[in-house]
């Protein structure tokens, strides 16, 4: 999730875009219903909270099949080591993680991904991540080439009271659309019929839960209704509550169309790896002494972890800024001590990365370059060299 202390400013700024009309929805799916709502009627389209996790955890053993149907593996022969990628939430320190993936790819042993997994800022590098190297360039342009006036329109003021957010992400929405265009739904489309997922998380407003959508799946489903819809999606995963609007999908149920509306993935969690029953079929898998593959679990935190000192003035906004700040960043904290502790249980291999002290370029305004472009150097000169791995969160031992 965006470090909100920083994207407040957009709701103090004094825009000059007002609305006329109260913003309006269709029905909300009814209370209950929610597992049985789909936008393309695709049964894998997505995998919600509530729903368990026996869907999803079909849907990974189906892919370890394609997976080994793609390399062409004999009934006897084992899986080769799986690789599971999580890129959380950060805004502008996205750049951290593009920088990172970039200078991995130079590096030379950044692997294939089995999972990729993105919430807010990661679900717009997840795709990136996912395609591989291939990629690099133009994720290296999204975070370095891209200004606020790529993301969002301040509304008036008075968005606050009459509209849905303080700004217009119109533009962010056409940055999304050029990225994530035919070639690159094509390469997230062969990417699944490999054998390897690429999973993003929203937040159902209406429920309360995350919502985990199956991009490749939706990818490679031929539906001319596909393109759009990940875009809304990645747009979705991004949408700050307040800051950014909601986006509304439609969604049938019984034939009968209704709205959803959702936000940032981070509303919830800002990373995520693999479910529970995942693991629980791996342990049982080794109790039955079956040959298992090494499992390597890279994490991608976009974020400092050390805690961000700042002399708070004794004002109403300040203050509750301040107390969102401190929220997002120890719930980003418990996100990766959870990931880190599931890695631990499961005998998953846990590697973690995240901004360093070392980095130390002041920030200034929303999506400004005299701060990205540094931290997606930071970044790329740290993995080009090898990046140090953490095998844990700081600060937990």
Same mark, same amino acid.
């Not at 593996?73 to 993936?101: C, K, M, Q, R, V």
């Not at 990417?191 to 993003?200: I, K, W």
């Not at 995942?278 to 109790?287: D, G, L, M, Y």
């Not at 904290?333 to 005998?347: F, H, K, S």
């Given at each position: 999730?965006?470090?909100?202390? /920083?994207?407040?400013?957009?709701?103090?700024?004094?825009? $000059?875009?007002?609305?006329?009309?109260?913003?309006?929805?269709?029905?909300?799916? =009814?209370?209950?219903?929610?597992?049985?709502?789909?936008?393309?009627?695709?049964?894998?389209?997505?995998?919600?909270?509530?729903?368990?996790?026996?869907?999803?955890?079909?849907?990974?053993?189906?892919?370890?099949? /394609?997976?080994?149907?793609?390399?062409?593996?004999?009934?006897?022969?084992?899986?080769?080591?799986?690789?599971?990628?999580?890129?959380?939430?950060? &805004?502008?320190?996205?750049?951290?993680?593009? &920088?990172?993936?970039?200078?991995?790819?130079?590096?030379?042993?950044?692997?294939?991904?089995?999972?990729?997994?993105?919430?807010?800022?990661?679900?717009?590098?997840?795709?990136?991540?996912? +395609?591989?190297?291939?990629?690099?360039?133009?994720?290296?342009?999204?975070?370095?080439?891209?200004?606020?006036?790529? +993301?969002?329109?301040?509304?008036?003021?008075?968005?606050?009271?009459?509209?849905?957010?303080?700004?217009?992400?119109?533009?962010?929405?056409?940055?999304?659309?050029?990225?994530?265009?035919?070639?690159?739904?094509?390469?997230?489309?062969?990417?699944?019929?490999?054998?390897?997922?690429?999973?993003?998380?929203?937040?159902?407003?209406? $429920?309360?839960?995350?919502?985990?959508?199956?991009?490749?799946?939706?990818?490679?489903?031929?539906?001319?209704?596909?393109?759009?819809?990940?875009?809304?999606?990645?747009?979705?995963?991004?949408?700050?509550?307040?800051?950014?609007?909601?986006?509304?999908?439609?969604?049938?149920?019984?034939?009968?169309?209704?709205?959803?509306?959702?936000?940032?993935?981070?509303? +919830?969690?800002?990373?995520?790896?693999? =479910?529970?029953?995942?693991?629980?079929?791996?342990?049982?898998?080794?109790?039955? /002494?079956?040959?298992?593959? =090494?499992?390597?679990?890279?994490?991608?935190?976009?974020?400092?972890?050390?805690?961000?000192?700042?002399?708070?003035?004794?004002?109403?906004?300040?203050?509750?800024?301040?107390?969102?700040?401190?929220?997002?960043?120890?719930? &980003?904290?418990?996100?990766?001590?959870?990931?880190?502790?599931?890695?631990?249980?499961?005998?998953?291999?846990?590697?973690?990365?995240?901004? &360093?002290?070392?980095?130390?370029?002041?920030?200034?305004? =929303?999506?400004?370059?005299?701060?990205?472009?540094?931290?997606?150097?930071?970044?790329?000169?740290?993995?080009?060299?090898?990046?140090?791995?953490?095998?844990?969160?700081?600060?937990?031992?």
């Amino acid at each position: 999730m965006p470090q909100l202390s /920083r994207r407040s400013a957009l709701l103090l700024g004094g825009g $000059t875009l007002s609305g006329c009309a109260l913003p309006v929805r269709e029905p909300a799916v =009814p209370s209950g219903q929610s597992h049985r709502a789909s936008v393309l009627g695709l049964p894998n389209e997505r995998f919600l909270a509530g729903d368990g996790s026996a869907a999803i955890t079909q849907e990974y053993m189906a892919a370890l099949e /394609r997976r080994r149907a793609f390399l062409g593996l004999t009934p006897n022969e084992a899986n080769p080591p799986l690789h599971l990628l999580a890129i959380s939430g950060g &805004g502008e320190d996205g750049a951290f993680g593009a &920088g990172l993936l970039n200078g991995w790819s130079q590096q030379g042993s950044r692997p294939v991904f089995n999972l990729v997994t993105g919430v807010s800022t990661g679900a717009l590098t997840a795709p990136f991540a996912f +395609v591989g190297a291939s990629a690099d360039a133009a994720l290296k342009q999204v975070y370095t080439g891209i200004t606020l006036a790529d +993301v969002a329109v301040q509304r008036h003021f008075t968005a606050a009271i009459f509209d849905d957010a303080m700004s217009d992400t119109a533009p962010l929405f056409a940055t999304i659309s050029r990225q994530m265009d035919a070639t690159m739904l094509s390469a997230i489309a062969q990417g699944y019929r490999e054998g390897r997922l690429l999973l993003v998380g929203t937040t159902n407003l209406d $429920t309360q839960l995350p919502v985990i959508w199956n991009i490749g799946a939706i990818a490679n489903s031929g539906d001319p209704r596909a393109p759009d819809l990940i875009r809304r999606i990645l747009l979705a995963s991004a949408a700050i509550p307040g800051v950014f609007p909601p986006v509304l999908f439609d969604v049938q149920v019984d034939g009968r169309t209704y709205h959803e509306l959702h936000v940032d993935g981070g509303a +919830v969690a800002q990373a995520f790896l693999y =479910p529970a029953a995942v693991a629980e079929h791996r342990r049982a898998s080794i109790r039955a /002494r079956r040959p298992v593959p =090494p499992v390597h679990a890279w994490m991608i935190r976009n974020a400092r972890l050390d805690s961000d000192w700042a002399s708070t003035n004794r004002r109403t906004v300040s203050i509750a800024q301040r107390a969102i700040a401190t929220m997002t960043a120890s719930s &980003g904290y418990n996100d990766a001590v959870r990931i880190w502790l599931n890695a631990e249980r499961d005998g998953v291999e846990f590697r973690m990365a995240y901004i &360093g002290r070392d980095f130390t370029v002041a920030y200034d305004k =929303p999506f400004d370059q005299a701060y990205m472009t540094p931290l997606f150097n930071y970044g790329f000169e740290r993995a080009r060299a090898g990046y140090p791995w953490s095998r844990q969160p700081p600060f937990t031992s």
